[in-house]
């Protein structure tokens, strides 16, 4: 018998100056902003690191991974601990700062639209941009970034 999916439980997850719609599986635990650990010399969207669970976590901006500027760290910020998309990956977990709380969606075939965001040259950090209602989002591309945050943590960690 074959399923067919016709919505995805998703979390439209509010950054500055942009939306990420993720899989509801992608995000461990939404947290509490708090200082980092600062890392030197590493890449500029490389914040930090942060201590959760007893493990060492490196804390990125998305936005800056994917050209949208650096995050301030505003009044309601958020640390989004994400999964590993790669199930044999040194690091089960990294996480992203967010500039509240993710909300819960179902995004289905009716829900999404063409963003105009999509006429801008993204780069392979993102995999697609929709719309919902007057809102638009980037849809991460949560391999590609896996890797780029892995190779940095290598290098970077502190």
């Given at each position: 018998m074959?399923?067919?999916v016709?919505?995805?439980?998703?979390?439209w997850?509010?950054?500055?100056?942009v939306?990420?719609?993720?899989?509801?599986?992608?995000?461990?635990?939404?947290?509490?902003?708090?200082?980092?650990?600062?890392?030197?010399?590493?890449?500029?969207?490389?914040?930090g690191?942060?201590?959760?669970?007893?493990q060492?976590?490196?804390?990125?901006?998305?936005?800056s991974?994917?050209?949208?500027?650096s995050?301030?760290?505003?009044?309601g910020?958020?640390?989004?601990?994400?999964?590993?998309?790669?199930?044999?990956?040194?690091?089960?977990?990294?996480?992203?700062?967010t500039?509240?709380?993710p909300?819960?969606?179902?995004?289905?075939?009716?829900?999404l639209?063409?963003?105009?965001?999509?006429?801008?040259?993204l780069?392979?950090?993102?995999?697609?941009?929709?719309?919902?209602?007057?809102?638009?989002?980037?849809?991460?591309?949560?391999?590609?970034?896996?890797?780029?945050?892995?190779?940095?943590?290598?290098?970077?960690?502190?």
């Amino acid at each position: 018998m074959n399923a067919v999916v016709e919505s995805v439980r998703s979390l439209w997850v509010p950054l500055e100056g942009v939306n990420l719609l993720v899989p509801n599986v992608a995000i461990a635990e939404v947290i509490s902003y708090q200082p980092l650990d600062l890392i030197q010399d590493g890449p500029d969207w490389l914040l930090g690191a942060l201590r959760w669970r007893e493990q060492l976590l490196p804390v990125l901006s998305v936005e800056s991974l994917c050209g949208f500027g650096s995050p301030q760290g505003e009044r309601g910020a958020r640390i989004s601990v994400l999964n590993s998309v790669n199930g044999s990956s040194a690091l089960p977990f990294y996480a992203m700062v967010t500039a509240g709380i993710p909300r819960l969606i179902k995004a289905d075939a009716d829900a999404l639209g063409d963003s105009m965001l999509a006429a801008r040259s993204l780069p392979d950090t993102v995999a697609d941009c929709v719309q919902i209602g007057n809102e638009e989002a980037l849809i991460p591309n949560l391999e590609i970034i896996q890797t780029l945050v892995e190779s940095s943590w290598a290098k970077f960690k502190p």
